[in-house]
């Protein structure tokens, strides 16, 4: 542990893989940190960096001012504060466990009632980023709580705060997952589909990488159609261009299933038998939007 003028006594509650990158990326900067895990013998490697390790979650938020939850889901969030409600009162506390948006809120409520200074976070990394390059976590709720420890948490990663409704880091988070899972979606279509000519998955992920790369260049222009509300301008490919049919038939033909490939589709379809077929392909966000 580095010795650091501006320690802040702070404790994390759960160290599985993410909660113990966070407790290092503050040891290593040289915060008091004191660790706590419902299963003992999660600390060992912290404690030799310089941690206290806390008996119970209770000794844990007595020893910081500064309470950090890193959790599994927002059920044992609760099965572990609600207990610790008033020892919390007049602390801060630093959500980062993932929920949802109504979660958050539900949190935030909670620690209002008590007295709890709360910040809702949505860590936008893998544990071995904590600390790196590329590493993101996106905050919302109390305004002062982010102002007050904003040099401690960019320890983390690049630190973003979203407003006082604690729903909205939640929201952004789910919503960039969103994008996530359906572009790795997509992908293993991809790999499905050159499978069955002997092709690798890791083969075809040499290609796929880089076109995905250079395909994401289109998200700002699709997002001013959307933002402009008008599908009609031009440059744009149409909806009947962008007919998702020859996909789904060679996928078909390889004997693989044409789910994912047939879910953009249906999106596509809805707006065309709306009449909308030589709009552009944004305008598929208007299906998305009003669920058929
Ligand atoms: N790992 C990632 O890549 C990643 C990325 C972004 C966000 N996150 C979020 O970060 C949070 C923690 O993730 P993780 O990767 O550290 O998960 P993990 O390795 O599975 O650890 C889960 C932690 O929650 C504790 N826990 C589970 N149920 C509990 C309960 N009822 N009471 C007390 N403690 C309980 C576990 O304690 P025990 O050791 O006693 O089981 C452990 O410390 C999750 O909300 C996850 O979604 C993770």
Redo the contacts with the bound molecule.
């Keep these: 542990m580095t010795t650091n003028n501006n320690s802040v006594q702070v404790s994390v ?9 966070l407790a290092d990326a503050l040891l290593k900067a040289g915060h008091a940190t004191t660790v706590w ?3 003992p013998g ?1 600390a060992d490697a912290l404690v030799a960096r310089g941690a206290q390790v806390a008996a119970t ?1 209770g000794d844990a938020v007595r020893s910081g001012r500064l309470v950090i939850a ?4 927002h ?3 609760h ?2 504060l609600d207990p610790l409600a008033d020892e919390l009162a007049g602390r801060t506390l630093i959500n ?4 949802s948006p109504a979660e958050s809120r539900e949190l935030a409520a909670w620690a209002a009632r008590a007295g709890i200074a709360y910040l809702d976070g ?6 071995h980023m904590i600390g790196r390059p590329g590493s993101s976590v996106l905050y919302s709720g109390s305004a002062d709580v982010f102002h007050q420890y904003e040099p401690l948490l960019e320890l983390w990663g690049a630190s973003t705060y979203f407003g006082e409704d604690a729903g909205l880091a939640s929201l952004y ?1 789910l919503a960039l997952l969103a994008g996530m899972y359906v572009m790795f979606a997509g992908f293993l279509h991809g790999a499905a589909m050159v499978a069955p000519v002997g092709v690798t998955a890791s083969e075809f992920a040499t290609r796929a990488a880089p076109w995905l790369t250079a395909m994401t260049g289109a998200f700002q222009g699709f997002a001013e159609v959307v933002d402009g509300g008008d599908y009609t301008v031009e440059r744009q490919q149409s909806l009947l261009f962008s007919d998702l049919g020859h996909i789904l038939a060679a996928s078909a033909d390889q004997g693989i299933s044409t789910e994912v490939v047939a879910m953009v589709q249906r999106l596509i379809r809805r707006q065309i038998d709306a009449g909308h077929g030589e709009e552009g392909f944004a305008r598929i966000i208007e299906s998305i939007k009003q669920p058929g």
């Design positions: 509650l759960g160290l599985g893989a993410m909660g113990s990158a895990n419902r299963t999660k979650a890193c959790l599994l889901d059920a044992s969030v099965e572990v980062v466990t993932t929920t949505g860590i936008m990394a893998v544990p988070d």
